[in-house]
């Protein structure tokens, strides 16, 4: 069973949703846990704008003034509005690049010391939105696709220093953010069902079940694995769509 006992890690968004998930078990595995956000979760806290350029830089200043060490980052805050190109400002386009892809950049590059002398572990939370993409979701589609190119350059210039980089790519999950986006649709109870058949495991999933996947890839157990984006998605990606028939009950 994984430990993290003497392990020290860092998890941006980590008061809500998959990084909650992904903060709650890496403590509960004995991990010292600091989380970066503008909100308070359950750890210790370095409470900060990741908007502002200077917050990846400023994450790893506080971090250091706490602790001489860091053995596992999480690349989790992000954020995504509905728009298609054309509707796109550039003010939006620059906030989902800056959160999504330039923020887990500096933190990566600013921690890499600490990560070198730990031989750490990385892992950016990706989204299947990086392979495929929803309507609407340009500039969301893009920093994702972006940020698993990171994870793959990350690994290849680092391994030799020991440090692994991976991604997960999880499909649709009920965090809060989901179920208020369903709930103001207006027929909740017939877009859950549409939801189940577009999976073939026929349900979504839970940020508990990202945050095994998480864990696994930050901890020793994975030692061999860099470089890999992990899909996890309930088979959705796998299963090509067809019109409304008896197949997709």
Request: proline letters at 2%; aromatic letters at 6%; charged letters at 25%.
């Amino acid at each position: 069973m994984t430990n993290f006992k003497n392990k020290v890690a860092l998890v941006t968004g980590g008061s809500s949703g998959m990084g909650a998930a992904t903060a709650n078990q890496l403590a509960n595995k004995g991990a010292k846990v600091f989380c970066a956000q503008r909100t308070k979760s359950l750890h210790e806290d370095i409470i900060i704008d990741l908007k502002d350029i200077d917050a990846s830089k400023n994450i790893i200043s506080e971090l250091s003034k706490k602790t001489d060490k860091l053995d596992i980052l999480i690349n989790n805050a992000g954020v995504m509005k509905e728009n298609t190109v054309e509707e796109t400002s550039l003010d939006e386009w620059n906030e989902h690049l800056t959160i999504n892809l330039t923020v887990p950049f500096l933190l990566i590059k600013h921690s890499m010391y600490l990560l070198k002398k730990s031989r750490g572990s990385i892992v950016n939370i990706g989204s299947i939105e990086g392979k495929g993409n929803n309507p609407g979701h340009s500039a969301y589609g893009a920093s994702k696709a972006g940020l698993h190119g990171l994870t793959r350059a990350v690994a290849v210039d680092h391994g030799k220093d020991g440090v692994r980089c991976n991604a997960v790519a999880p499909g649709w999950i009920d965090t809060e953010l989901n179920k208020e986006f369903i709930k103001n649709l207006g027929n909740e109870n017939n877009f859950h069902e549409r939801l189940k058949n577009i999976h073939p495991i026929g349900r979504t999933g839970n940020p508990e079940e990202v945050a095994n996947l998480i864990c696994w890839l930050s901890s020793d157990d994975a030692s061999f694995v860099t470089g890999q984006v992990w899909t996890i998605d309930g088979g959705r990606m796998t299963k090509l769509s067809l019109p409304e028939n008896k197949y997709n009950d």
